[in-house]
């Protein structure tokens, strides 16, 4: 049976072996074999403080932790759950309303801006290039933040709770903004719904990766990728709908805004039946709780074996030092990891996939469509985003992570060298416009059906059970500013007084290249592997290939 959860980190000089004999290897598991799973750690001491650095007892009152582990027992409390393949599903689908939000709330903006801009609406002037862009690259300041912190607050309080509490500010934010009566208003709104949208990012794929067998575990992580581009397109969607039938209506953008209250609300009420994540659970080895989660999302005998793994691997690592920033920027192998956490982060935007999802409907408008129009065209986008991601979770189960990313930057890049010709060497018109669509969403088939999935899965993958919080969050707020840097600029680069639209795309296209580079030296493969056999394979040195 491959072994399903995550396993903490061991650091590069666990216990050496209790038997002298034999010359203790510098790894856990060199050669991990097909069903690797770490040994109980030895009483070669006395045991820490087991409440050190945690806001409640690691043991459940009156637990006896050296009991023989085949009398654990679930919470006599729990749920009973007969059909627990129905309840894993549900668990899937109702966390991955805050990708829902991330998206929606990310993409809103493409249809809302045109609007907002006018004078009246948020200023007596019409709003200049930059104002846009500071606008709609608020929200990836407070997404940056959301991702550095999100990642520890879900290590402190749960997965469950936290996603609990990012749907509240997801409420809040999403009406401030829809209320805002001038700039310095909306703007500090955006921030804070970006904090949600950047915990979201963090915290609902490590619940999905930790409440997944390990043979559905990147296909159920990427539900969350697909949500988000469900969530851009509802939103492009919705904006076409109210900026065709309401145009005429003051302030339509903020009906647009608004309608993303009503995901949050759902996410809100789903977590509050939803379970929390075992792994969290026997982090704070109240393994009793965690069986408990097991049998509402497992099969009997997979939820014992699978909490006595988890057990091993926790009390494998009871000595190993606590998390630090320290640790994660001094040891080699787990500084490597780092390093390519952050390669990932930076090649999922560095391709300039947002500034299409964030001003897709300014692109084709000032190609030569009008604005009522590039709305339902934008929504074309939308649509191939979908059903791109839609087929590259199917081809996560056939193709490896490396080369789905490795030939979608391909395809991104020779899709920016076309859109960077067309939009040279065509005059503006009806005709430019549609070529350009077609080409962004050509684009957009390359990215969400291969460089998405393949790179959030990625994230979600490589780091180490017990830094996971800290390195998903560092590589996560890389991938914010990276966004943040290219939204913020985009409106000023496509216009007269930058670039142009041919030369940004240009640059795109280098940037590009200059990342199927970096992808094919440093990208591990991760397809296939337990998260054990993983971590092994850093620690020894070597990337997963």
Partial sequence: MSQENPTPNQGPNPNPNPNPNPK?????????????????????????????????????????????????????????????????????????????????????INGALPYMREPGELSPHLLSQAMEGVIASSLLVGAAFGALYGGRLADRLGRRRTILILAIIFTVAALGCATAPNVPVIVVFRVLLGLGVGGASVTVPAYLAEISPASRRGRLVTRNELMIVTGQFLAFLSNAVLGNV???HPGIWRWMLAMAVIPAIALWIGMNFMPESPRWFALRRRYEEGLSVLLEIRSK????????????????????PK??????????????????????????????????????????????????????????????????????????????????????LMGTTSAHIAIGTVSNVMTDGPAKAYVVLSLTMAFLAFMQGAVGPATWVLLSEVFPNRVRGLGMGAAIFIMWMTNFIITLIFPWAVSSDGIGISRTFF?????????????????????????????WTFADGRIPR
């Avoid at 654990?72 to 009973?80: E, F, G, I, R, S």
């Avoid at 699978?306 to 494998?316: D, H, M, P, T, Y």
Wanted: hydrophobic share 40%.
């Fill in 24 to 108: 203790p290897h510098p790894h856990p598991h060199p050669n991990p074999g097909p069903n690797p799973i770490p040994p109980p750690h030895p009483n070669s001491g006395p045991d820490p403080d087991p409440t050190s650095g945690l806001d409640q007892p690691l043991c459940p009152p009156g637990d006896d932790e050296d009991q023989p582990f085949d009398t654990l027992k679930p919470n006599p409390h729990a749920k009973v759950v007969t059909n627990y393949q129905g309840m894993l599903r549900t668990a899937v689908l109702v966390s991955t309303f805050g990708g829902l939000l991330f998206g929606f709330d990310t993409g809103v």
């Fill in 246 to 248: 309401f145009a005429s």
């Fill in 301 to 320: 005998d997979e939820a014992y074996t699978e909490i006595e793994e988890i057990r091993q691997s926790v009390e494998a690592e009871r000595t190993a």
């Fill in 323 to 408: 998390s630090s920033w320290r640790e994660l920027l001094t040891t080699p192998w787990l500084r490597r990891i780092l390093f390519i956490g952050i390669l990932v982060a930076i090649v999922n935007q560095i391709n300039g996939v947002n500034s299409i999802m964030y001003y897709g409907t300014q692109i084709i408008s000032a190609s030569g469509l009008a604005l009522d129009a590039s709305l339902v065209a934008n929504v074309g986008n939308g649509l191939m985003s979908l059903t791109a991601m839609i087929f590259g979770i199917w081809l996560l189960g056939y193709v490896g992570r490396r080369r789905m990313v490795i030939v979608g």
């Fill in 507 to 535: 640059v795109f296209a280098g940037l590009g290249l200059i990342a199927i580079a970096a992808c094919i030296k440093w990208l591990p493969e991760t397809k296939g592997k337990t998260l054990e056999q993983i971590e």
